[in-house]
């Protein structure tokens, strides 16, 4: 049976997580990975977890292991409204969802919003679970690419007088993949686009809490007097990722369409994780556990760059992330990081190519991601020196 003819037309063109598979070859040998997109494992509060765990199904196991309300666990969402307020999220006309990660948030959003072959504006490089979540909707993708102080939003206004766009899809503070933070000036300039061309803005802050130096930005969310900005968050960079619960803020009338497409997505977000994260916050200091992180990145962060600024070879350029978990370099135009991940492998170091992280992945590409959150110090060093190798090897060919 040729099953690839019974596929719905919108899933064969989707390809699996490049990082996804990069995460199957690295778990399976001693390689030193650097292509990761999780917090350290040294921050999960496992210990507090498994107390609260174990008193929530012991005490009150019947409520934690039924159905719940989609819209979320009344208590969680009292906290993240509380947590929200500190970054002016929150209005009148705004209403929120606890969901399965923010993932889900921005998928549910999308599948609400997005109508087959409407625009949704990237940053480029952006998130690749986002991009996909985009294409598994039949969403034309137009990429606006990342300066140093964020997205180009002079490209940005140049795509919205060409094309039918419905959304702007950005992660302005320490951007998944190049760390990039969007200045306060690009911010106020995406929001002013966007009432001008009378779209969306989809603003993913799964990071923004992850800031070891530097002065905070304010939200989009913050300036928004409309509605016209969805903000999504997520407990997986500061708590654990495994945990799965996220949120979504956003005009009223767009949740009540969310809650729909969640209800015969997942019903609802698994209440024994909500009821985990809602029990450590009120019982624990959860600004200190955010520290602990913000306290080990930095360390690691300094640790990378020092040591590539002493290894990597002066044509290599990189960020400088004043926070979250990436860094992106860009190799001179004639490298293919692609084949030199392939060689890195070799030599038992694994990045993520730059070309997963754009809209066209088959087009070759010159840059790569950097996770620092994870490897060891020895291991960083270790790998960016071999990494500086395999560079050198291919820029004396």
């Given at each position: 049976?040729?099953?690839?003819?019974?596929?719905?037309?919108?899933?064969?063109?989707?390809?699996?997580?490049?990082?996804?598979?990069?995460f199957?070859?690295?778990?399976?040998?001693?390689?030193?990975?650097?292509?990761?997109?999780?917090?350290?494992?040294e921050?999960?509060?496992?210990?507090?977890?498994?107390?609260?765990?174990?008193?929530?199904?012991?005490?009150?196991?019947?409520?934690?292991?039924v159905?719940?309300?989609?819209?979320?666990?009344?208590?969680?969402?009292?906290?993240?409204?509380?947590?929200?307020?500190?970054?002016?999220?929150?209005?009148?006309?705004?209403?929120?969802?606890?969901?399965?990660?923010?993932?889900?948030?921005?998928?549910?959003?999308?599948?609400?919003?997005?109508?087959?072959?409407?625009?949704?504006?990237?940053?480029?490089?952006?998130?690749?679970?986002?991009?996909?979540?985009?294409r598994?909707?039949?969403?034309?993708?137009?990429?606006?690419?990342?300066?140093?102080?964020?997205?180009?939003?002079?490209?940005?206004?140049?795509?919205?007088?060409?094309?039918?766009?419905?959304?702007?899809?950005?992660?302005?503070?320490?951007?998944?993949?190049?760390?990039?933070?969007?200045?306060?000036?690009?911010r106020?300039?995406?929001?002013?686009?966007?009432?001008?061309?009378?779209?969306?803005?989809?603003?993913?802050?799964?990071?923004?809490?992850?800031r070891?130096?530097?002065?905070?930005?304010?939200?989009?969310?913050?300036?928004?007097?409309?509605?016209?900005?969805?903000?999504?968050?997520?407990?997986?960079?500061?708590?654990?990722?495994?945990?799965?619960?996220?949120?979504?803020?956003?005009?009223?009338?767009?949740?009540?369409?969310?809650?729909?497409?969640?209800?015969?997505?997942?019903?609802?977000?698994?209440?024994?994780s909500?009821?985990?994260?809602?029990?450590?916050?009120?019982?624990?200091?959860?600004?200190?556990?955010?520290?602990?992180?913000?306290?080990?990145?930095?360390?690691?962060?300094?640790?990378?760059?020092?040591?590539?600024?002493?290894?990597?070879?002066?044509?290599?350029?990189?960020?400088?992330?004043?926070?979250?978990?990436?860094?992106?370099?860009?190799?001179?135009?004639n490298?293919?990081?692609?084949?030199?991940?392939?060689?890195?492998?070799?030599?038992?170091?694994?990045?993520?190519?730059?070309?997963?992280?754009?809209?066209?992945?088959?087009?070759?590409?010159?840059?790569?991601?950097?996770?620092?959150s994870?490897?060891?110090?020895?291991?960083?060093?270790?790998?960016?020196?071999?990494?500086?190798e395999?560079?050198?090897?291919?820029?004396?060919?």
């Open positions: 049976m040729d099953v690839s003819k019974l596929l719905a037309g919108r899933v064969t063109h989707l390809k699996a997580s490049a990082i996804r598979e990069i199957k070859m690295v778990g399976k040998s001693d390689i030193i990975s650097f292509a990761g997109g999780i917090p350290s494992p921050v999960f509060p496992k210990e507090e977890f498994a107390r609260i765990s174990s008193k929530i199904l012991t005490e009150n196991g019947n409520a934690a292991l159905y719940g309300v989609t819209e979320g666990y009344v208590p969680l969402l009292k906290i993240v409204e509380e947590l929200n307020k500190k970054v002016g999220v929150g209005s009148d006309i705004d209403q929120t969802v606890i969901t399965t990660g923010a993932q889900q948030a921005t998928d549910l959003v999308t599948r609400a919003l997005v109508n087959d072959g409407e625009g949704i504006i990237v940053e480029e490089p952006s998130f690749i679970g986002s991009l996909n979540s985009f598994s909707y039949n969403a034309k993708l137009f990429g606006a690419p990342m300066c140093d102080d964020g997205i180009d939003t002079d490209k940005v206004e140049e795509i919205l007088k060409k094309e039918n766009i419905k959304l702007i899809y950005t992660i302005p503070t320490f951007q998944n993949p190049t760390g990039v933070t969007l200045s306060l000036e690009k106020k300039k995406l929001l002013e686009l966007a009432k001008k061309y009378d779209c969306l803005i989809l603003e993913d802050n799964p990071y923004g809490d992850l070891f130096k530097g002065e905070d930005v304010p939200t989009i969310k913050s300036m928004d007097d409309e509605g016209r900005v969805i903000y999504v968050g997520t407990f997986s960079k500061t708590l654990a990722p495994g945990i799965r619960v996220g949120h979504v803020t956003a005009h009223k009338d767009i949740i009540d369409r969310v809650v729909v497409v969640k209800q015969v997505n997942d019903v609802h977000t698994t209440l024994l909500q009821m985990i994260v809602t029990e450590y916050i009120n019982n624990n200091d959860y600004e200190a556990q955010i520290k602990k992180g913000c306290d080990l990145y930095k360390e690691k962060c300094d640790l990378m760059l020092k040591t590539m600024d002493e290894y990597f070879p002066k044509e290599v350029k990189y960020t400088r992330p004043d926070g979250g978990i990436f860094l992106w370099c860009t190799l001179p135009e490298i293919n990081s692609g084949v030199l991940f392939e060689k890195a492998l070799e030599r038992k170091v694994a990045f993520v190519p730059g070309r997963t992280c754009n809209i066209d992945i088959d087009a070759p590409s010159n840059c790569f991601r950097l996770n620092f994870t490897a060891s110090n020895e291991k960083i060093v270790e790998g960016i020196k071999i990494l500086a395999v560079i050198k090897e291919e820029l004396n060919k």
